[in-house]
């Protein structure tokens, strides 16, 4: 059966360090894989999408990287700041049009 | 502009109750989605509708039903409501433009006891 995991371990690192999550996923082909931002008490927020023929993809401080051989997305937080704490999920299309399987997410918090 | 608005906030619900979750957008999505998250199992797909007047069921829909009688509203109902259904709910959006890479739009959540 189709599997996401990501680190359910917090990741606590210092203000200013790069922040690296990963997601990896087991019998699945995905299209596209998403990343969101959870604040405690609010729903998921839209970050990045990146495409199956794409390697990376960048948005201001993000990255995201995806390696269809890996099965595995690396999502990076560069110049980290205590407002980048939250819990971070990634999502890959279910194989069903514009269903998403959602991970269950990494909790981030970012020290000073 | 709102986007996704949920009622109630939160409930408590004694169990064998009827209750029905409300979900309204105003972005003109087509598609809309259920979820719930508990600790540990993140976010699942209850059900959801591709279009008004079509419903599919999702990863977890036994003992709930939804409607989509229009394009902005989507109720999610608990007929008889027991324990392991306490959970948060979500309601999405998402506009299928580009068929197979939707972002979704999340709702604030409805936080649901039932005792």
């Known amino acids: 059966s189709q599997k996401i995991e990501q680190n359910s371990e917090a990741l606590n690192i210092q203000e200013g360090k790069t922040a690296t999550l990963t997601c990896n996923y087991t019998?699945?082909?995905?299209?596209?894989l998403q990343w969101y931002r959870q604040d405690p008490g609010r729903g998921p927020v839209f970050l990045l999408l990146?495409?199956?023929?794409?390697k990376e993809k960048r948005k201001e401080r993000l990255k995201v990287t995806f390696d269809t051989t890996l099965k595995q997305s690396l999502f990076h937080i560069t110049a980290s700041q205590p407002a980048d704490s939250a819990t971070y999920l990634c999502?890959?299309?279910?194989?069903?049009?514009?269903?998403?399987?959602f991970g269950t997410g990494t909790q981030l918090k970012v020290e000073l | 502009i709102a986007g996704i608005t949920q009622a109630p906030t939160s409930q408590i619900l004694a169990a064998g109750r009827r209750m029905t979750l409300r979900c309204t957008q105003d972005?003109?999505?087509?598609?809309m989605y259920w979820y719930r998250q508990d600790l540990g199992l993140g976010l699942r797909l209850i059900h959801y509708?591709?279009?008004?007047?079509?419903?599919g069921k999702g990863e977890v829909p036994d003992g709930y039903s939804v409607s989509r009688a229009n394009t902005d509203d989507f109720p999610l109902t608990l007929a008889s409501a027991v324990p392991s259904q306490t959970s948060v709910y979500f309601c999405?959006?998402?506009?299928?433009?580009?068929?197979?890479?939707?972002?979704?739009?999340f709702g604030p959540g409805t936080r649901l006891t039932v005792l």
């Open positions: 999405a959006s998402s506009d299928s433009g580009l068929a197979g890479f939707d972002t979704q739009y």
């Open positions: 019998n699945y082909s995905p299209a596209y």
């Open positions: 990146i495409r199956e023929n794409e």
């Open positions: 999502a890959l299309d279910a194989g069903g049009g514009n269903k998403l399987t």
């Open positions: 972005m003109r999505h087509n598609a």
């Open positions: 509708s591709n279009t008004a007047g079509t419903t």
